[in-house]
């Protein structure tokens, strides 16, 4: 029986989460232990969010500290994995012929390796990022997964990472914080329809409601998600391994489509 890759989207969170354990890191390492074992990762991560469709193409990966104002030690986190530039080239041919930059500068962003230190701490697996078109909508990147859907037949386990809710600007920062009214409702809503199949609706930005217009006053947290939903298929399970509002604003939400045995 041949195996299918499941893909999963992430809620990573605050940066720090790559040095700490907590419940949503320890079920990150959990499903590091028990999803199978990936040829390759490919990433589409908040934090690579360029006006032009790219990939990176490098053979060793640099570890990006992108954000700023964090204790010392999370800058001096590396995320040692190879890279695939091989995968990268299979990458560019499956969205042709939308023009696809094989980028040798960019790295692994923290939306990529604050959640794989946890998942595959050896940093063995090669990985690689796409970036996410600023000029697109999200029917644009939603259609654009679905053209990558072949390689989950191929061992490479496509990973989203952002957040489903995602506003620094009314963050509380407290750990005991209770999580607004508003943030609560819109992660609910949105994994409502991702159990129900409503793909359409959640790639409709220019339609949200009161909710979501608070829960993604910027898109670039949220279109990872598109990415793992446009990958579905009809026989896939859909489960939320990880749950959960952090700083009142953030969401952890994880979703996995797909079985984590083959």
Request: charged share 20%.
């Amino acid at each position: 029986m041949k195996m299918v890759m499941p893909t999963l989207f992430f809620g990573h969170g605050n940066p720090m989460y790559a040095l700490l354990r907590n419940r949503y890191t320890e079920i990150w390492q959990t499903l590091g232990e028990t999803l199978p074992r990936p040829k390759s990762i490919l990433v589409i991560s908040a934090h690579w969010f360029i006006p032009e469709t790219a990939v990176t193409a490098m053979v060793q990966p640099r570890t990006i500290h992108d954000f700023g104002g964090f204790p010392k030690a999370l800058y001096e986190v590396r995320y040692p994995c190879p890279g695939d530039p091989q995968l990268a080239r299979r990458v560019a041919k499956l969205l042709a012929p939308l023009p696809v930059r094989e980028d040798e500068a960019w790295g692994l962003d923290h939306g990529a390796w604050s959640v794989l230190k946890h998942l595959y701490p050896d940093a063995d697996i090669p990985v690689i990022q796409l970036s996410i078109d600023s000029r697109s909508d999200g029917r644009f990147h939603y259609e654009l997964a679905q053209r990558l859907a072949p390689l989950r037949d191929e061992g490479v386990l496509i990973l989203g990472s952002g957040n489903i809710v995602h506003h620094l600007g009314v963050m509380l920062w407290e750990e005991t914080a209770a999580p607004y009214d508003w943030a609560v409702r819109f992660d609910q809503k949105v994994r409502a329809a991702i159990l129900a199949g409503e793909h359409a609706a959640l790639t409709a930005l220019n339609a949200m409601d009161a909710d979501g217009r608070r829960a993604v006053p910027t898109p670039e947290h949220y279109l990872p998600l598109l990415y793992v939903l446009g990958l579905q298929r009809s026989e896939d399970k859909v489960s939320f391994p990880v749950s959960g509002i952090d700083l009142g604003s953030i969401s952890m939400t994880t979703v996995q489509i797909g079985d984590s045995v083959p």
